[in-house]
């Protein structure tokens, strides 16, 4: 062979999650029985949703049961994603996730316009109802959210049928479904084409400094004796350092 390859390399990719809410046939049912009152009690919004309902954002704040035991989950997931992603632990020791989340109600025919999430960190819907016709209808697209490639397409692109040079990917959650991706990423959502609402819970979660745990663990290293060294003006001891495996104190300035 003339050639040898050295590296492959996946540039900027997209992370896309997908996870399974625990129990989630229990939680659907009651989130649409209280999804169903604040119909009633609420008039609803219009952000890219196209007919249909379209709640207020405070999902997350919200006291009904199911609502607050979905949250957790999602904070939950969130966590662990960006725990991954970023290949450490304790990367949110000092970071906390802050998220808003809406319910949106699709009605036959509704739909969301192609759209990001401006300002948050990530973004992503769990899907509680997805009528029983779009999860049959073998078209990929039917009611489906498509991903959206804002990168120029190469030309040729639609003659090199390469799964890496897709300008779009539309894809079809099940119930149950908790999907995660980065707020940059532009989607939008194929119009409802059964007789049945489809009902989705969606959010955005910024991450930002948790200003408290950033005071303790300033307070902390102050107290340790890395933090004495640091104290301006401070009356204590010097730092001791090691020299030729010995211990020796610094020497004195006068
Ligand atoms: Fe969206």
Redesign the pocket.
Known sequence: MAHELKALQMLFPTPVAAFEIKDFERINKQLLEEIEVRRKAEEGITR?NRAGWHSTLDFFQRPEPAHRELSQAILQAVAALTRRVAGQKDMLAKLKLECDGWVNVNPAGGY?IP?D?PGAFW?G?YYVKIPEALQKDENPSAGAIEFIDCRSAPTGQGLVKAKHFMGSIPMKPTEGTLLVFPSTQK?WVHPNSSEEERVTI?FNAKVVVNHAKMRAAAEEQLRGGYGQAQLPGGDKKPAVRKVDGRKKAPAKTK
């Open positions: 890219s969301n759209h999430h973004s819907a989607h969606a």
